[in-house]
């Protein structure tokens, strides 16, 4: 029951959105063209901070993306595993430092789920005593999948695209 009314949430957001895009002035409404790529891609995005969790749906939803969003890495593994049964996310874009786990132990959690883990990391400049980025390069994280915080739209579109260009490569 629950993952039915999970997916008719998605289709009701999905038709809010067409809708604000069919009514909203077109210089108000950024080129979905410049980034086609991105077009319709599932993205869940994990941060513990709201205002992250918000740009993310200010900015993707702007250029078509679909978006989802997790405090902490337990309920984004919840949200992934549940989403490989109807439409999986794209890409996941998660915090490096996150209240219940690090990006490593989300990846590693991925892992379990799927062979290759579409993780895009964004970092705080600062000491990783946990060494998250090298184990996480280790596990296959794409090297350019890092993004410092606080990012320029066009740098975050342009490794997102990056990535998924790498997911489409044969291994």
């Avoid at 939803?61 to 337990?74: F, H, L, S």
């Avoid at 794209?90 to 430092?97: H, N, Q």
Wanted: glycine share 4%; aromatic share 2%.
């Amino acid at each position: 029951r629950l993952r039915h009314i999970l997916l008719n949430a998605r289709d009701v957001k999905r038709v809010i959105q067409a809708v604000g895009r069919e009514l909203a002035p077109a210089e108000a409404v950024p080129s979905q063209k410049q980034h086609a790529k991105l077009t319709g891609k599932r993205i869940l995005v994990v941060d513990r901070d709201e205002s992250v969790l918000q740009s993310a749906h200010k900015i993707l939803e702007a250029i078509g993306c679909v978006v989802e969003t997790a405090p902490t890495g337990q309920e984004a593994a919840s949200m992934v595993r549940a989403s490989l049964a109807d439409a999986a996310y794209d890409l996941v874009l998660s915090a490096i430092k996150l209240p219940d786990m690090s990006a490593h132990g989300l990846m590693c959690r991925l892992l379990g789920m799927m062979p290759k883990v579409p993780l895009i990391l964004m970092s705080e400049i600062g000491w990783d005593p946990d060494h998250t980025l090298p184990k996480c390069r280790e596990k296959g994280l794409h090297p350019r999948a890092i993004l410092v915080k606080p990012f320029r739209v066009n740098q975050l579109l342009s490794v997102m695209e990056c990535v998924l260009d790498s997911l489409c490569e044969p291994a």
